[in-house]
Structures are given as structure tokens and as C-alpha cells.
Antibody, heavy 120, light 107 residues
Framework: EVQLVESGGGLVKPGGSLRLSCAASGFTFSSYSMNWVRQAPGKGLEWVSSISSSGKYIYYGDSVKGRFTISRDNAKNSVFLQMNSLRAEDTAVYYC?????????????WGLGTLVTVSS | EIVMTQSPATLSVSPGERATLSCRASQSVSSDLAWYQQKPGQAPRLLIYGASTRATGIPARFSGSASGTEFTLTISSLQSEDFAVYYCLQYDNWPRTFGQGTKVEIK
């Protein structure tokens, strides 16, 4: 059974940092691109970042570019999101997602999410 | 950035009726369009990908279609568990972009 379990969320002050982790199981992690998608309270879904299966290709949304860094450890079946210079507008539930397939980069599995709250 | 526009924002439907949701892309996304269902407090669930292919385990009452940059999700006969928010996602170009969502509520 595919499982994605996020951790690392919490309350942080503006300008602070957090590192989110996503532990994957139930599939060959190193074969799949992985992503982070967020959802502000009461709002819609926003794609944040993606990383290819090898980690060679990385993409960011404009709202987080230069502040967030995605990475992965295929030996530990994990993907990470380092978030620096956090702003109030980064407050959201952050979901870890898996690409459906090699050439189908929509998201078939989602974690339960981890809440990040940026507030003084 | 490709803008995905969903309509209507809210759709009021009686159980057993048909629901038709729309998603328009600001430019071509080929068939790289997915639909998601999200219920309160839950993660989104993939319904449709490739504009018209049902994901694993999705009931046949859910169908997707496309005409150019206009995409449609049809729920043929709404069940109680189908009342939720639905999002479209284009995965043809970077950045990936979602529509703003359509809430399907009980009439």
C-alpha cells in the first residue's frame, strides 16, 4: 500500500525557517517524481515544487522561488522541503504527492498533509 | 503561467441528478488535465487524468471530456458521497496550475 507521511509542520515566526519531510513507502520511491502542493486555510490548491526521480530536475512556483528548496534521499525514501524566509502567506497545509507515472505528472497519491502556520 | 478557470464556483444539485463542471485553460494544455475531488478535512483524490481516463477505483459515473482548451467533468447521477469541491489541474506546462475549484452542494 502506498503511503506518504508528512512531518515537520508547526508554528513559526515571519522570517523563520522550517524543514518539511515526507516519508514514502509501498512503492519504488526512486522511480517517481515527487511534489509539494499546499492549501491555505479555506482556499484552493497551489502547486509549490517538484523534483524528478533522480533529483536532477527541480521546479518551483514563483511564490516560493529563492526561499524554498526541495530535495530527496532515495536511500531513505524521503523528500524534503526546506522553507526559509517564511511569510504569513505561506501559512497552509502542505501535502506531499507522487506523480502518477513517468510521463504523467499529475498526482495520484497524497499524504494527509502537515500544517505550517507563520505568525508572530 | 497557464490560468485555469473553473465554472461555476458553486453548483447546487439534487441527489440522482447530473452535474457538469467546467474548466477552461488560458492556452493549450493538450490532454494533460486532471480532476480532483476534495472533501472537508481530507486530501484531494484523483478522479480523472489525461482529460478523460478514470483513475483506479473511480466509479463509472465520473467522466471527463475535452474540446480544445475547454474541459468538462460530468457526474452522471450524484450520490451523497459526491458532494465535495472539485479542482482541475494542468500538468502540461510549468508552473503546474490548479483551477480555483467548484463546490458541488446539495440542492
Amino acid at each position: 500500500e502506498v503511503q506518504l507521511v508528512e512531518s515537520g509542520g508547526g508554528l513559526v515566526k515571519p522570517g523563520g525557517s522550517l524543514r518539511l519531510s515526507c516519508a514514502a513507502s509501498g512503492f519504488t520511491f526512486s522511480s517517481y517524481s515527487m511534489n509539494w502542493v499546499r492549501q491555505a486555510p479555506g482556499k484552493g490548491l497551489e502547486w509549490v515544487s517538484s523534483i524528478s526521480s533522480s533529483g536532477k530536475y527541480i521546479y518551483y512556483g514563483d511564490s516560493v522561488k529563492g526561499r524554498f528548496t526541495i530535495s530527496r534521499d532515495n536511500a531513505k525514501n524521503s523528500v524534503f522541503l526546506q522553507m526559509n524566509s517564511l511569510r504569513a502567506e505561506d501559512t497552509a497545509v502542505y501535502y506531499c504527492t507522487r506523480d502518477l507515472g513517468r510521463d504523467i505528472s499529475c498526482y495520484d497519491y497524497w499524504g494527509l498533509g502537515t500544517l505550517v502556520t507563520v505568525s508572530s | 503561467e497557464i490560468v485555469m478557470t473553473q465554472s461555476p464556483a458553486t453548483l447546487s444539485v439534487s441527489p440522482g441528478e447530473r452535474a457538469t463542471l467546467s474548466c477552461r485553460a488560458s492556452q493549450s494544455v493538450s490532454s494533460d488535465l486532471a480532476w480532483y475531488q476534495q472533501k472537508p478535512g481530507q486530501a484531494p483524490r484523483l478522479l480523472i487524468y489525461g482529460a478523460s481516463t478514470r483513475a483506479t477505483g473511480i466509479p463509472a459515473r465520473f467522466s471527463g471530456s475535452a474540446s480544445g482548451t475547454e474541459f468538462t467533468l460530468t457526474i452522471s447521477s450524484l450520490q451523497s458521497e459526491d458532494f465535495a469541491v472539485y479542482y482541475c489541474l494542468q500538468y502540461d506546462n510549468w508552473p503546474r496550475t490548479f483551477g480555483q475549484g467548484t463546490k458541488v452542494e446539495i440542492k
